[in-house]
């Protein structure tokens, strides 16, 4: 039995590695992956580009604009001098936001009465825009509470003029610490999310159209006419893609350590074994692909639409806390999401089993039931 | 060129695709999937952030401003804790994404007009979630030491000043859904996705069941072959299109402020070069696995990632931009968005126009020449 499943191993090894274009197809979508979200995913907004439309030309107005040239988040790429030229920065994309000082602001702020800044944001990136404006009030709140000092210690000493008092009001300040991932780059979280994302798509693939492409071509009757049993053609079927992904795994480890300096602060043991669990679950739903697929071409589009879904509601780039509550107890089955989870957990948090048990344990259940259910599916087919 | 001949390779294509109506069925309900699943399902916006306070002042102070942080939406107070060690193991397990720590000396140093802090402990692994997340809670604490030092100012007389308000107007897209950016930026993934996915095959699959050889003994032409192969798919891809915008403005109300003709005309240069690309990789692999992950790794992930769909340019690094110059979607992303959320005419968007038309000739005549290459 044992030299049977090998020679189906070593059949399918022969075939998909023969190709030396297949062979850099193994190796080139972890590296542009890793490249890409690692250099070039970034969701945090730094460097906001402002048009500044001054209507004022006052001093009140020229140390704002100072305040907004001084603080890191703001680059003030424009000054417009109207309306229609300053909307004109953001139909182009040109800028982020538009800082707008009204006619009377010096006048205002002068006479002790309340004055106003309009800021204008481009919201077509709601995710940007709302980050964008909230800085944009800070630095203008940090600008009236600094002018706010200045006059309060005029004012004060000014009415004792011998005895400066140094003015005291109690305030709150927060303290920020982010743990994990201190300095709160994407890079961080997206890379170890990328091994689950890899894994689950070469070996899915490569599952399901390694048997498809039998029935296509039509050696599928003569592999049946062999003494070859299902689970011997199974295991032969599955076992060198399992290997293929755990080379795979190692892989991307290894040029996340070295490449991205990202450490691996979990147990390197763990990482494997639940990797292994993964693996069941996606070389499960690969065989399951193939018995409903009589054609390469229906294989991968079916690989589309069952990657497509596991893919965007696994927490990997969209946060599963924010989707609606239905939709997250969808994702309970989804093997992605567990394995998402474990792999951050390795990589930034550096937990071990006594934290992540329960999504080792929902991997393992699911990988034996989606397995176990193709298995079946594949041996009434195969009858 | 020859229109008879043509017309026969886009009828014995249609053939094809009308046999196999699973995979046609999978290739229109594809970007339906993808659309709910955009439109309902996935949002960056953030509310409702789980928090875990840990209040070691216990004192009037103390508590108004835990109860100003259970008050506001975007905070979501699970059971207080009664430690640090609480709070640690809460972000470890990912049941809370804040930890809020007052000191028990917050309110002495308050009363003794000193500066009192907060601590804000986030889970920074999700660094984008963790910003916006951190924001909230330090804009809440300015509001309430904003407060503290008002009371402060009438205990102990000082003047009254006034600030300058800061007045925050959202255009294009005012009420800050993501669904509104997202639904445009997903047309041009949708459609390079598909497209190329489709056509990716189906060369390869002539050389795989040896037909390819019978079609070269034909007088059939590479261009004739190509424009064939093509028509047949670009019907696919239009009917995509439809769905995709149909969807978008009614089910999700994305508003459409921009001409529909600019759009339609867009997408279909747009949808035809990425046909072509599909065909190219086809022609030139000769294998349909090969073909499929080769047109996935280049059609979806820069279309995805590189086109400014979602994650901005703007911030990536040099290089990565000049790249991105290479991805055509990223140029259909930047009409879509402008004709959908701000309503430009073609006037501002010549350039990405004229970007389209070009990669769709160039990456059709590589095609047809590798095709020739082949032939001979």
């Given at each position: 039995?044992?030299?049977?499943?090998?020679?189906?191993?070593?059949?399918?090894?022969k075939?998909?590695?023969?190709?030396?274009?297949?062979?850099?197809?193994?190796?080139?979508?972890?590296?542009?992956?890793?490249?890409?979200?690692?250099?070039a995913?970034?969701?945090?907004?730094?460097?906001?580009?402002?048009?500044w439309?001054?209507?004022?030309?006052?001093?009140?107005?020229?140390?704002?604009?100072?305040a907004?040239?001084?603080?890191?988040?703001?680059?003030?790429?424009?000054?417009?001098?109207?309306?229609?030229?300053?909307?004109?920065?953001?139909?182009r994309?040109?800028?982020?936001?538009?800082?707008?000082?009204?006619?009377?602001?010096?006048?205002?702020?002068?006479?002790?009465?309340?004055?106003?800044?309009?800021?204008?944001?481009?919201?077509?990136?709601?995710?940007?825009?709302?980050?964008?404006?909230?800085?944009?009030?800070?630095?203008?709140?940090?600008?009236?509470?600094?002018?706010?000092r200045?006059?309060?210690?005029?004012?004060?000493?000014?009415?004792?003029?011998?005895?400066?008092?140094?003015?005291?009001?109690?305030?709150?300040?927060?303290?920020?610490?982010?743990?994990?991932?201190?300095?709160?780059?994407?890079?961080?979280?997206?890379?170890?999310?990328?091994?689950?994302?890899?894994?689950?798509?070469?070996?899915?693939?490569?599952?399901?159209?390694?048997?498809?492409?039998?029935?296509?071509?039509?050696?599928?009757?003569?592999?049946?006419?062999?003494?070859?049993?299902?689970?011997?053609?199974?295991?032969?079927?599955?076992?060198?893609?399992?290997?293929?992904?755990?080379?795979?795994?190692?892989?991307?480890?290894?040029?996340?350590?070295?490449?991205?300096?990202?450490?691996?602060?979990?147990?390197?043991?763990?990482?494997?074994?639940?990797?292994?669990?993964?693996?069941?679950?996606?070389?499960?739903?690969?065989?399951?692909?193939?018995?409903?697929?009589?054609?390469?071409?229906?294989?991968?589009?079916?690989?589309?639409?069952?990657?497509?879904?596991?893919?965007?509601?696994?927490?990997?780039?969209?946060p599963?806390?924010?989707?609606?509550?239905?939709?997250?107890?969808?994702?309970?089955?989804?093997?992605?999401?567990?394995f998402?989870?474990?792999?951050?957990?390795?990589?930034?948090?550096?937990?071990?089993?006594?934290?992540?048990?329960?999504?080792?344990?929902a991997?393992?259940?699911?990988?034996?039931?989606?397995?176990?259910?193709?298995?079946?599916?594949?041996?009434?087919?195969?009858? | 060129?020859?229109?008879?001949?043509?017309?026969?390779?886009?009828?014995?294509?249609?053939?094809?695709?009308?046999?196999?109506?699973?995979?046609?069925?999978?290739?229109?309900?594809?970007?339906l999937?993808?659309?709910?699943?955009?439109?309902?399902?996935?949002?960056?916006?953030?509310?409702?952030?789980?928090?875990?306070?840990?209040?070691?002042?216990?004192?009037?102070?103390?508590?108004?401003?835990?109860?100003?942080?259970?008050?506001?939406?975007?905070?979501?107070?699970?059971?207080?804790?009664?430690?640090?060690?609480?709070?640690?193991?809460?972000?470890?397990?990912?049941?809370?994404?804040?930890?809020?720590?007052?000191?028990?000396?917050?309110?002495?140093?308050?009363?003794a007009?000193?500066?009192?802090?907060?601590?804000?402990?986030?889970?920074?692994?999700?660094?984008?979630?963790?910003?916006?997340?951190?924001?909230?809670?330090?804009?809440?604490?300015?509001?309430?030491?904003?407060?503290?030092?008002?009371?402060?100012?009438?205990?102990?007389?000082?003047?009254?000043?006034?600030?300058?308000?800061?007045?925050i107007?959202?255009?294009?897209?005012?009420?800050?859904?993501?669904?509104?950016?997202?639904?445009p930026?997903?047309i041009?993934?949708?459609?390079?996705?598909?497209?190329?996915?489709?056509?990716?095959?189906?060369?390869?699959?002539?050389?795989?069941?040896?037909?390819?050889?019978?079609?070269?003994?034909?007088?059939?032409?590479?261009?004739?072959?190509?424009?064939?192969?093509?028509?047949?798919?670009?019907?696919?891809?239009?009917?995509?299109?439809?769905?995709?915008?149909?969807?978008?403005?009614?089910?999700?109300?994305?508003?459409?402020?921009?001409?529909?003709?600019?759009?339609?005309?867009?997408?279909?240069?747009?949808?035809?070069?990425?046909?072509?690309?599909?065909?190219?990789?086809?022609?030139?692999?000769?294998?349909?696995?090969?073909?499929?992950?080769?047109?996935?790794?280049?059609?979806?992930?820069?279309?995805?990632?590189?086109?400014?769909?979602?994650?901005?340019?703007?911030?990536?690094?040099?290089?990565?931009?000049?790249?991105?110059?290479?991805?055509?979607?990223r140029?259909?992303?930047?009409?879509?968005?402008?004709?959908?959320?701000?309503?430009?005419?073609?006037?501002?968007?010549?350039?990405?126009?004229?970007?389209?038309?070009?990669?769709?000739?160039?990456i059709?005549?590589?095609?047809?020449?590798?095709?020739?290459?082949?032939?001979?």
């Open positions: 039995m044992w030299q049977r499943i090998l020679e189906i191993v070593r059949k399918e090894l075939q998909t590695l023969r190709e030396p274009r297949m062979r850099a197809m193994l190796f080139a979508p972890p590296i542009i992956q890793m490249l890409i979200f690692g250099f995913v970034n969701l945090d907004v730094e460097n906001a580009k402002v048009v439309a001054d209507m004022d030309q006052g001093w009140a107005a020229r140390e704002l604009r100072a907004f040239d001084g603080s890191p988040q703001f680059t003030v790429v424009a000054n417009a001098q109207t309306e229609a030229e300053a909307q004109n920065y953001l139909d994309s040109e800028a982020d936001a538009i800082i707008r000082v009204p006619p009377a602001f010096t006048k205002d702020l002068d006479r002790g009465r309340a004055a106003e800044v309009q800021i204008l944001v481009d919201g077509t990136n709601s995710n940007t825009a709302s980050l964008v404006a909230s800085q944009a009030a800070q630095v203008v709140n940090r600008f009236t509470q600094d002018r706010l200045t006059l309060q210690r005029q004012k004060l000493v000014g009415r004792a003029v011998d005895r400066p008092i140094a003015i005291r009001l109690p305030r709150v300040v927060p303290e920020t610490h982010a743990w994990f991932n201190p300095d709160l780059r994407s890079r961080r979280y997206f890379v170890p999310g990328i091994i689950v994302n890899i894994i689950m798509l070469v070996t899915l693939t490569l599952t399901s159209m390694a048997i498809v492409r039998e029935k296509e071509i039509g050696t599928m009757e003569q592999l049946m006419v062999t003494p070859i049993r299902p689970y011997e053609l199974i295991l032969g079927k599955t076992l060198p893609f399992a290997a293929i992904g755990l080379v795979q795994v190692a892989f991307v480890t290894v040029l996340a350590m070295v490449i991205f300096g990202i450490p691996l602060r979990g147990s390197p043991l763990l990482l494997g074994f639940t990797s292994l669990l993964f693996i069941i679950c996606s070389l499960g739903l690969g065989l399951f692909i193939s018995t409903i697929s009589n054609t390469q071409q229906q294989a991968m589009m079916s690989t589309l639409f069952i990657f497509q879904p596991l893919f965007m509601l696994s927490g990997f780039s969209f599963i806390a924010n989707m609606p509550t239905v939709i997250q107890w969808s994702t309970y089955i989804n093997p992605m999401r567990y998402m989870e474990i792999t951050r957990g390795l990589f930034l948090k550096g937990v071990g089993l006594e934290v992540l048990w329960p999504q080792t344990l991997l393992a259940v699911l990988g034996f039931a989606i397995l176990g259910f193709s298995v079946l599916r594949f041996h009434k087919r195969l009858d | 060129m020859n229109f008879r001949r043509t017309k026969a390779v886009a009828y014995k294509e249609v053939l094809h695709i009308l046999r196999d109506s699973r995979s046609l069925y999978m290739a229109l309900a594809i970007p999937l993808l659309l709910l699943l955009f439109g309902y399902a996935l949002s960056l916006d953030v509310d409702r952030v789980p928090t875990l306070i840990l209040d070691q002042d216990r004192t009037e102070s103390s508590r108004a401003l835990v109860e100003q942080m259970a008050g506001s939406r975007y905070f979501r107070l699970l059971a207080p804790a009664e430690s640090y060690r609480d709070i640690e193991r809460s972000l470890d397990r990912n049941q809370a994404l804040l930890g809020v720590v007052i000191p028990a000396n917050f309110s002495a140093d308050l009363r007009n000193r500066t009192a802090k907060v601590q804000i402990l986030a889970d920074g692994s999700d660094s984008n979630t963790a910003n916006i997340a951190i924001g909230y809670a330090e804009s809440l604490i300015a509001l309430y030491s904003a407060e503290v030092q008002t009371k402060a100012r009438e205990r102990i007389g000082a003047p009254e000043i006034t600030g300058i308000d800061p007045r107007r959202v255009i294009f897209n005012s009420d800050l859904k993501s669904r509104n950016y997202i639904v930026g997903l041009a993934v949708i459609l390079m996705m598909v497209s190329s996915v489709l056509t990716s095959l189906c060369v390869a699959r002539e050389w795989e069941s040896g037909t390819m050889e019978q079609l070269l003994s034909t007088p059939l032409r590479p261009a004739e072959f190509l424009i064939g192969k093509l028509a047949a798919y670009f019907a696919v891809g239009m009917i995509d299109m439809v769905i995709a915008i149909v969807t978008g403005l009614w089910l999700f109300d994305v508003p459409l402020r921009g001409s529909p003709i600019l759009l339609v005309v867009s997408a279909a240069i747009f949808c035809f070069g990425a046909l072509c690309w599909g065909i190219m990789l086809s022609t030139v692999t000769r294998n349909q696995v090969l073909a499929y992950q080769l047109s996935m790794l280049t059609s979806f992930l820069p279309a995805f990632l590189l086109s400014g769909f979602i994650y901005s340019l703007e911030n990536m690094p040099q290089m990565i931009q000049l790249v991105s110059r290479t991805v055509p979607a140029y259909l992303v930047t009409i879509l968005k402008g004709v959908f959320l701000k309503g430009i005419g073609p006037s501002l968007l010549i350039g990405e126009l004229a970007a389209l038309v070009l990669y769709s000739v160039l059709f005549i590589y095609a047809q020449n590798k095709m020739r290459q082949k032939v001979a």
